[in-house]
């Protein structure tokens, strides 16, 4: 009897190869539930899942360490505008004292002018009008010495001195914004005959407490002031043109006496 007609042998090879596929089935079960259970859990942690690269496909670009997420854009209605620097108000300085002019000495005059006759000063004690030239900066006006309006320039150049009265620059004018001021005007004692400053302080002396100096701009307003006080200095005495705490003043200037000019008459008016 051969191997194949024996029923046991038979039986016992069915069962053996039964046996083996049962096995091969619960091992690649038993794979299967693996590989799930990993790929679950990866998505769980929120991995990536990889893609098998395709052949001639470039390699996906390398993903950063740490992303920062994009702002996102607000519609324009609902933006708050955000202030503007330049838009606020700034708030205004207060008013500081007018740097005083740095000098060795104060304005001088020249001595060599030729002595005033008597009819000159005869006329010069008399009232004298002046017109205001496109130059001038403002009016003059002393009625205790006949001077009605006489130029005033801006300049302590000769050619000021020439033709009118010199304002020393550096020093205050009358609408100047500043706590005090010293406006500070120079006149000629002598000067040059047929000039419009020939004499025109001739009588500067002549000024006492309580006279009235009246300055007018260009626009016509005026500026009053009183006499209050008479000094004699040398020329070295710069302090006379730096202003002085509490006090709006014009200060007129001319040199005595005559003919030295060795000195120097201040008449300080303060504002009335």
Not at 70 to 88: C, F, M, N, T, Y
Not at 107 to 129: C, G, L, N, Y
Not at 201 to 228: A, C, H, P, T
């Amino acid at each position: 009897m051969s191997f194949w007609e024996d029923p046991l042998l038979k039986a016992g090879v069915v069962m053996m190869v039964f046996a083996l596929a049962l096995t091969v089935v619960a091992v690649a079960a038993t794979i299967a539930l693996r590989s799930g259970s990993e790929r679950a859990g990866a998505s769980e942690r929120g991995e990536p899942s990889v893609e098998p690269l395709r052949y001639g496909s470039p390699p996906p670009p390398p993903k950063p360490l740490t992303e920062k997420a994009e702002p996102q854009s607000q519609p324009l209605e609902d933006a708050e505008p955000k202030p503007d620097p330049q838009r606020e108000p700034k708030p205004e300085p207060d008013p500081q004292p007018e740097p005083e002019p740095e000098r060795e000495a104060l304005p001088e005059a020249v001595a060599d002018w030729p002595m005033p006759t008597d009819e000159q000063i005869e006329k010069a004690s008399k009232p004298r009008h002046y017109d205001l030239p496109p130059g001038a900066i403002m009016g003059l006006t002393i009625n205790a010495l006949g001077v009605h309006n006489a130029p005033v320039f801006d300049s302590d150049d000769q050619w000021a001195l020439r033709n009118g009265v010199s304002h020393v620059p550096d020093t205050s004018l009358p609408w100047s914004d500043a706590p005090q001021r010293n406006v500070y005007l120079e006149g000629h004692r002598l000067g040059w005959p047929g000039t419009g400053s020939h004499l025109i302080f001739y009588r500067l002396n002549w000024l006492g407490e309580g006279d009235i100096v009246m300055l007018k701009d260009r626009d016509g307003k005026r500026y009053r002031y009183r006499v209050s006080e008479t000094l004699l200095v040398n020329p070295d005495d710069v302090w006379v043109m730096g202003q002085v705490v509490g006090r709006d003043m014009v200060t007129l200037q001319t040199c005595t006496p005559i003919p030295t000019f060795e000195k120097r008459l201040i008449v300080r008016a303060d504002r009335a």
